[in-house]
């Protein structure tokens, strides 16, 4: 493996022991040596990437939303597809967990931020493109309407990790999104659109399928040159 | 001042000493202590009303509802009523703050519970109760709704905290409410609505000047007796 390779996977694994430790016990009872146990990396690879607890919050926080999903022709689809695969997501993904624990964090976030300016950034762009082609209610106001679907669809993820370990998560931010998205989408839109439980784990099926193909063709190419 | 009536001004007292440090350090890092020296009574007076911090924070979920508010005729606007002065009362009355950030702790709450279910109870009965009075669309199920209700405004509300300290949450809850009630009220009831941002306090002064005719009225019935 390639020296550059072999950093990449350690940071990698480096920021999901920090996820795990973070998304459990919270920030504060958080401590650098809980990670570095939960990593399995010696304290100077560590330390190479993050050179502090500080530092580890804000690499978590800025992977929260690596995941490239496909483009639909009609753009509230993206809205939905977004928060029905962070929702697929969340029960396994402790960078996610840890991300929404992190930017809860009142007194932590003041040295690292939060995730929910990149998540309201994200939906504001999307929600603005599909503003600008019609798909929404005259009186939507992108931003506003983002910064409503992160604070609620967090709302939603933190009662059902509550009540239910996060089991019935998909259901309820399925109920989220039916209850809100006829206040934002136009008729014709509305019924086009897939709201379905299961819907998060058909795009990450689509999105792990498209990211093959493309590495197969990536290597097609490489060989024969 | 009777002594029953000491009492009962004793254990409030105590109770809002208890929330004040819970709401500021959650329920793990505050202790009896800290809640003693912010009460400002006696050891002894304390225990008398709980025996332990678990018992404390027990009391401070279960006074998160005593505030009546007035009926309405139209049951939509009860539950509107009741979202919107939380909203106004939040930034103000540690009683609510402790009872959000309480029933938010994982650990914490297998001890000593969470106010959700008494918020989930009290909307569901207000939602059944216009369901059958044919102010909801068909639909609607009272209970889903009230879930979604509570999971929906602690969020807004939390998304509030963390970004403007709840200086803006009435705006937050009043366009969470724009948003939601076109799916759940019939268009007739919707119309009839008032989900303004100042409806909190002025439902709040109205429940103040119920509540002052009713004692008023009671001492000049006591007088002449």
Redesign the interface.
Known sequence: MAQQERAVKTRRAVLEAAAVVFAEHGYTAATVADILRTAGVTKGALYFHFDSKEALARGVLEVQMDRVLPEREIKMQEVVDLAMTVAHRLPEDPLLRAGARL??D?VG?RQYG?A?PLWVGELSAILGEAHRRGETLAHVVPR??A??M??????????????SGLRDVEY?VS??L???L???ASPAVLMRLDVAEDRGARVLAEADREQGEESGQQGQVAVPA
Chains 1, 2 share one sequence.
């Open positions: 930017s809860t009142p976030r939060s929910w506003e309407v910064e409503l992160v604070g609620s669809l967090n709302g939603v993820q933190l009662y059902a990790q509550m009540e309820r109920v989220l039916k209850h809100l006829p206040s934002i």
